[in-house]
């Protein structure tokens, strides 16, 4: 069965420190990744997304990710983060061809720290 | 109002009673979604709209009957429901095509007492 793992329930750092957040998926198909946040009292909001072409994506809030095919991962990055992303945050993956469904990791709560 | 309008946002609600959750999308999209987001749980898909027909049902009870009368509206009523229905219900819609992201509601907080 297709699943997406985020490795790390909770990561906490400091403001200004940079950060990584782990997604790996299995999947014997091509997929579309995308990375969602949401914020406290808030649906999820996209990030950015891979869809083809460079392996490195760049989304809004100085945030970028980088799909490894080879190791089917799609880890979130950012060099310097602030207070106001404190959030979790959601891998998800969808097939290139039939369903609809979206798979979605079980989010990893980002807790910046001052 | 643009993006995706969900209402209540809290709805407490007994098991003998029915309510309607609302969802609304000024997207132009044509496929809506309603997820259910508990808590330590991958986000988990209940319904999925396209053009209006239902297109997925992810085994869900009968409990809970969505309702999309046109390609802006979907409904989640609510009937008998049991405490462990308690949860954050998400709407989303998004464009046909699986390059489309989910655009998401801020959700209804349930709690069924």
């Known amino acids: 069965a297709q699943s997406v793992t985020q490795l790390d329930s909770q990561v906490p750092v400091f403001e200004e420190a940079p950060v990584e957040l782990r997604c790996n998926y299995s999947s014997s198909v091509s997929v579309y990744l995308f990375w969602y946040v949401q914020y406290p009292n808030q649906g999820l909001q996209l990030l950015l997304k891979y869809l083809s072409g460079s392996t490195l994506v760049k989304g809004i809030n100085g945030f970028e990710a980088e799909f490894n095919k080879s190791q089917t991962s799609f880890h979130l990055r950012k060099p310097s983060v602030h207070i106001s992303d404190t959030a979790e945050y959601f891998c998800a993956v969808r097939y290139t061809s039939g369903t609809y469904k979206y798979i979605f990791g079980t989010g990893t709560r980002l807790k910046v720290l001052a | 109002e643009t993006g995706v309008t969900q209402t209540p946002r809290h709805l407490v609600m007994g098991m003998t009673n029915k309510k309607s959750l609302k969802c609304e999308q000024h997207?132009?999209?044509?496929?809506m979604y309603w997820y259910k987001q508990s808590a330590k749980k991958p986000l988990e898909l209940m319904f999925v709209?396209?053009?209006?027909?239902?297109?997925e049902n992810n085994s869900v009870p009968s409990r809970f009957s969505p309702e999309c009368p046109n390609s802006s509206h979907l409904f989640l009523h609510l009937h008998t429901l049991q405490p462990e229905d308690s949860a954050l219900y998400l709407c989303?819609?998004?464009?046909?095509?699986?390059?489309?992201?989910?655009?998401f509601g801020n959700g209804t907080r349930l709690t069924v007492t």
């Open positions: 997207l132009g999209h044509n496929a």
């Open positions: 709209y396209n053009f209006k027909e239902q297109t």
């Open positions: 989303a819609s998004s464009q046909t095509g699986p390059n489309s992201p989910l655009h």
